[in-house]
């Protein structure tokens, strides 16, 4: 079996992992590490914050590239992920439990369950219909969030306390920092591990040709609702931390238009690269940040950029 | 970000993004003088439909500081202008960047419920004032109120009771309800049935939010079928136009009468004047201010900003304008100084400055203890559409969540 | 149960599912023939919102107002045909989705610049104002108008899919592109004409809707997303599976939002009802389109050998 993945990948295209070149990774990392206390103790939070905000869109960012980049699944409702994993915090906090063990646990099963279940009847449809059946069920969570009024319904939940592991408050803005860059750092490691592995491969064959790697014996559907699983999984622990950065949870957390902007991200960082993710969503986020300031009506220039950075293709990625 | 070295487009990025920070970092050091100016954050939505609300409150911030003549207590003031998009996150984005990089003393603004909810904490951590222009949700009033958090508007469930209370005296026996389905649409509902004493006969939730239902066909058809004596409604914003001519075009002025809280404004009539909407002349709300309320303060208010601006400033305006004026009350009491946390608030809290609403006091949550009025739409002399007050409903009128409120 | 309450509410899915069907008849022509996505589609929708208020506070004609509005939209389709989508036919569909929801940003800040954040209303003529009795139920004129508007429409396209030279490329392209741009079919007009009719028909519908709902900014992407399960349920490509989910979508989200509490308050106490309904009549439509796709993958009516791209 493995001879002839073998032979398949003869033709296969670069695997996207080995686009990047190597020499970038441990600058950037130094940087992202010793930036922040340099950050806090001057008295510029504005910034961690704005770094804290990239790096958890980085995670969310990572896993839909895992769907779109290696599995070739284009998701228009990836942050229904994104809402549960904050509503995880949200929910329990709402009732005194600041347990972050069981936040996390939470945001991880419900997100897999969700994908489990709504990835059953997506991955039935392809192309078009793939995209959005995957918003259809995004937008059945927002309105069922907006409708729950012992969560706050449309208002959202305000989280008074984050949430707590021992010895670990999440309340300091450094904690949840480098909580968030570990976070990311064993999601990369890992996403370098499945891309290489037999399962990233299988992914990688599928998205090429699904017809081929059946007759190879591989069952693609299978394959790939546990990309869609685990995608939808490691979102959630996104959520789980934008909902304790941002101290609230609201259903417009899920609205659509997150999902493309994440869509965004991966393709802006080029999609199937390790690290486009954190460079799309760190682009997109300063991007939007510095646009906000010129003028109010940076849309104009917002969305004319989002398009040149499209049409150009993957810029950050050569191959 | 790693790759960004690679790269030359996200290079430049990375790069101004750090010159930035190295800029606002030597200029934030300097912030703390005496002499610099007081800075003021207003957080508002100026983007989407909704902006229309935000410019009218922006425009009444301006006139506020052009009648202090720029200055509060000698000292310069300096207002910056966020929008929040009508989103919570992008709201406490900005709040944070408010308090964060342009170290602002009080913040100001907000609309709309949700967003100010997410907004607070950022605030109140940073020990810095919160004063809600609008929004005025009971989480802020009961067990959640906070010492730093003022309101210049009213408490959510407010206007809506006074609105009940005048159903009883109008004698009106069952009401058929539309709402928003969102929660501000709730407590509206809330309001009007703590003190209605009739039947709620029916009622619909419409859907709200992106895709918000602006049809209400089906719902308008109902109530008309329904026999209410009285149809209530709340449609903020561009929504309630929309219903305002659905209801004309259904025919339903006589048999149905109108009664509205935070619908029918100085922003929507001019519209509904424009596209001939005769419906909704004589309905009736209720609220605390209105443009035709007779003191000095509120006739210079309305005045300037009439001679500026063309249009009658809306209550959302009204409210913006006293957020400035109390802000610069308590820096009058102060002398300027902002150090000590404890004067400032207690300058605040007594709210000593000619209000456009006529005399108010705090209350212990530091929401208004305030006059609430019936209002009716009618044309001004110069052929305007605008809301006249014809009763008063409540005098010094507290919300029903105060009592919870123990600091 | 009220026949005549029953009898107005289907009148009033009939007017929403027709607007859906100008909609989405478009979305689905282009989605079938060029493989595009085009999440901006709702912007026509808008801009003929727009236009149609503009021109009809101008000249005081509502009439030409609805004409303007058309011909301005099938312009602007024109235009973003020529100059954006062109170069994205080739492209995967996720380019697709990008580039048109930047489009969208675009759209509404051009709105935002042109005509203020507070939109436009309109005047109708006295003569569209008032109702009319039918079966002892008053009908809005307006909304008969609608109604009459979209039917001829429908029977418009039917006709032009079916019995034109025109509809014969459609189809063609529809069900198989490559064949028929071998046969000599000149495939880039088609393009332009299928795109540009769609925008027209999209900017028709808003300015059908906008005397009801007022033009305003982001209109457009409110309502693009329900046109999306129309053109999902009815199966990309078809101009009748359009026409049928439209209708479907539009009864449904009408009597849902009438009586769906009162159906619940069978099985559940009264406070559950009305907390559940509003939540379960937002979500009907997904849900439908949720359980076509989990029994017919493809739609209700997806032409036959329509080529789907993955």
């Known amino acids: 079996m493995n001879g002839a993945l073998r032979a398949f990948f003869k033709l296969r295209p670069k695997l996207p992992a080995k686009m990047f070149g190597r020499r970038a990774v441990l600058p950037a990392a130094a940087l992202l590490l010793l930036a922040p206390p340099l950050l806090f103790f001057t008295g510029q939070d504005f910034y961690l914050d704005l770094l804290t905000r990239a790096l958890i869109l980085a995670i969310a960012a990572l896993s839909l590239n895992l769907l779109v980049g290696c599995g070739g699944m284009v998701s228009l409702g990836h942050a229904a992920y994104i809402g549960i994993g904050a509503y995880s915090v949200g929910i329990p906090a709402h009732y005194g439990v600041h347990d972050g063990a069981l936040h996390l646990a939470l945001a991880v099963s419900l997100s897999a369950a969700f994908a489990f279940l709504t990835g059953a009847v997506c991955l039935r449809t392809r192309g078009l219909y793939f995209i959005l059946i995957t918003l259809a069920f995004s937008q059945m969570l927002y309105f069922t969030l907006v409708s729950i009024d012992a969560y706050g319904a449309d208002d959202g939940l305000v989280i008074t306390r984050r949430s707590s592991f021992p010895g670990l408050q999440l309340e300091h803005a450094l904690v949840l920092y480098y909580c968030v860059f570990a976070a990311l750092a064993l999601f990369l490691f890992g996403m370098r591990r499945l891309m290489h592995a037999r399962f990233g491969r299988v992914l990688l064959g599928c998205r090429h040709n699904r017809a081929r790697m059946r007759a190879l014996g591989f069952d693609a559907y299978r394959h790939q609702l546990a990309c869609y699983v685990l995608s939808g999984a490691v979102c959630g622990v996104a959520g789980f931390f934008l909902g304790n950065f941002t101290d609230f949870v609201s259903p417009a957390m899920l609205d659509w238009t997150r999902s493309a902007e994440l869509l965004f991200m991966v393709i802006i960082g080029g999609a199937g690269a390790l690290f486009g993710p954190l460079v799309g969503a760190a682009v997109f986020l300063v991007l939007a940040e510095l646009l906000s300031g010129i003028t109010l009506h940076w849309h104009l220039l917002f969305g004319a950029l989002l398009i040149a950075l499209v049409l150009r293709g993957q810029l950050f990625t050569r191959g | 970000m790693s790759a960004a070295k690679k790269t030359p487009a996200a290079a430049v990025v990375s790069a101004a993004l750090f010159v930035t920070t190295l800029f606002t970092g030597t200029f934030a050091t300097r912030a703390a003088a005496d002499d610099a100016p007081v800075k003021i954050g207003f957080v508002t939505t100026l983007t989407t439909p909704a902006g229309v609300i935000g410019a009218d409150m922006k425009n009444a911030v301006e006139l506020a500081l052009e009648h202090l003549g720029g200055k509060m207590a000698g000292r310069e003031v300096r207002v910056f202008f966020e929008d929040d998009a009508f989103k919570p996150e992008i709201g406490r984005q900005k709040t944070g960047k408010l308090i964060k990089r342009e170290r602002v003393d009080f913040v100001a603004g907000y609309i709309w419920s949700h967003v100010l909810l997410a907004s607070a904490k950022t605030v109140f951590d940073a020990d810095k004032f919160l004063i809600s222009a609008n929004a005025g949700p009971s989480q802020l009033a009961g067990k959640g109120c906070h010492q730093n958090f003022f309101s210049t508007s009213w408490q959510n469930d407010q206007t809506p009771m006074a609105l009940g209370e005048v159903l009883n005296r109008r004698g009106v026996k069952s009401l058929y309800v539309m709402l928003p389905n969102y929660a501000a649409g709730k407590n509206m509902l809330a309001g009007v049935e703590r003190t209605f004493r009739g039947r709620v006969v029916g009622r619909d939730m419409t859907k709200w939010g992106r895709d918000r239902q602006l049809d209400f066909s089906a719902e308008l058809a109902k109530a008309a079928a329904s026999g209410a004596d009285g149809l209530f409604i709340f449609y903020p914003g561009s929504a309630g136009g929309a219903f305002l001519k659905q209801y004309q075009q259904a025919g339903l002025k006589d048999r149905l009468p109108l009664y509205s809280v935070f619908t029918v404004d100085s922003l929507s009539l001019p519209r509904l004047q424009a596209a001939g909407i005769e419906g909704v002349l004589g309905s009736n709300s209720t609220m605390f201010w209105a443009p035709d309320l007779d003191n000095a303060a509120n006739k210079k208010f309305v005045a300037d900003f009439k001679a500026r601006h063309g249009n009658y400033p809306s209550f959302y305006a009204a409210q913006s304008y006293d957020s400035v004026m109390l802000i610069d009350s308590a820096l009058r009491a102060t002398g300027g100084d902002l150090r000590d946390r404890d004067a400032v608030r207690a300058a605040l809290r007594r709210a000593d400055f000619a209000s456009v609403r006529g005399d108010f006091r705090f209350g212990n949550n530091h929401f208004p203890v305030q006059n609430f009025y019936l209002r009716e739409v009618v044309e001004d002399a110069d052929g305007n559409w605008t809301t006249r007050i014809t009763d008063l409903v409540y005098r010094g009128h507290q919300d029903p969540y105060a009592a919870d409120c123990a600091r | ?310």
């Open chain 3, 1 to 310: 149960m009220d026949w005549h309450l029953l009898f107005a509410q289907l009148l009033n899915g009939l007017q929403l599912g027709l607007l859906l069907f100008l909609l989405a008849a478009g979305l689905s022509l282009i989605f079938g023939i060029m493989d595009f996505i085009n999440l901006s589609h709702g912007s026509f929708y808008m801009l003929g919102a727009f236009v149609c208020a503009t021109v009809a506070a101008v000249s005081g004609s509502f009439f030409l107002a609805v004409l303007a509005a058309a011909a301005a939209t099938f312009a602007a389709g024109a235009l973003v045909e020529r100059c954006i989508a062109r170069k994205l036919y080739a492209r995967g569909h996720l380019e697709q989705v990008l580039v048109t929801y930047g489009l969208i940003l675009i759209f509404d800040e051009l709105a935002h610049l042109v005509w203020g954040p507070a939109g436009a209303a309109i005047a109708l003529p006295a003569a569209l104002e008032g109702r009319v009795d039918i079966g002892g139920v008053g009908v809005p004129r307006y909304r008969l108008l609608i109604i009459m508007c979209g039917l001829l429409v429908a029977a418009g396209m039917y006709f032009l899919v079916t019995r034109s030279r025109l509809g014969m490329l459609i189809r063609a392209g529809a069900s198989n592109r490559a064949m028929a741009a071998a046969l000599g079919v000149n495939i880039d007009r088609l393009y332009l004409l299928v795109f540009a009719i769609g925008a027209a028909l999209a900017g028709l519908a808003g300015a059908l809707i906008a005397p009801l709902t007022e033009a305003s900014i982001g209109m457009g992407g409110e309502i693009i997303i329900i046109a999306f399960v129309v053109v999902i349920v009815g199966g990309i490509g078809s101009v009748k599976g359009a026409f049928c989910a439209a209708l479907l979508i539009g009864f449904i989200d009408t009597l849902g939002r009438a009586y769906l509490d009162d159906l619940l308050k069978l099985f559940l106490p009264g406070a559950a009802a009305e907390t559940a309904a509003p939540a379960l009549s937002a979500m009907s439509v997904y849900v439908l389109m949720a359980c076509v796709l989990a029994l017919k993958p493809r739609g209700l009516f997806a032409p036959a050998g329509a080529g789907v791209k993955t």
